[in-house]
């Protein structure tokens, strides 16, 4: 059984930092993709962040519009760990956030979530 398990959400005062952390119970190498999606009250989910994360991939990384200059996902392989370092964060960023992780062809698995406020 898969368990992704989220760290690191909290109060934040805009323009300040937080690290969110995605712990995974099997190596993340057998995932093709991590990422970390977002919801706000009132909004859908959406994709924030993503890097690939099996042994062969070259942890190439993808972000929204919105946080490319700001957040910064990366993994510890070691530690079957990804990060998601968000800085100079706004109030928009406001929302649970949520780890997810894919293998090709095969139903995805998600985190409870974690949530992040910040405060203008």
């Known amino acids: 059984q898969v368990q992704l398990v989220e760290s690191g959400g909290g109060l934040v005062q805009a323009g300040g930092s937080l690290r969110l952390s995605c712990t995974a119970s099997?190596?993340?190498?057998?995932?093709?993709?991590m990422a970390w999606y977002r919801q706000a009250p009132g909004n859908q989910r959406e994709l924030v962040a993503s890097?690939?994360?099996?042994?062969?991939?070259?942890?190439?990384?993808n972000y929204i519009d919105s946080v490319k200059g700001r957040f910064t996902i990366s993994r510890d392989n070691a530690k079957n760990t990804v990060y998601l370092q968000m800085n100079s964060l706004k109030p928009e960023d406001t929302a649970v956030y949520y780890c997810?992780?894919?293998?090709?062809?095969?139903?995805?698995?998600w985190g409870k979530g974690t949530l992040v406020t910040v405060s203008s």
């Open positions: 890097i690939t994360t099996s042994a062969t991939s070259g942890g190439r990384t």
């Open positions: 099997v190596s993340i190498f057998s995932f093709n993709v």
């Open positions: 997810n992780a894919e293998r090709y062809y095969s139903t995805p698995y």
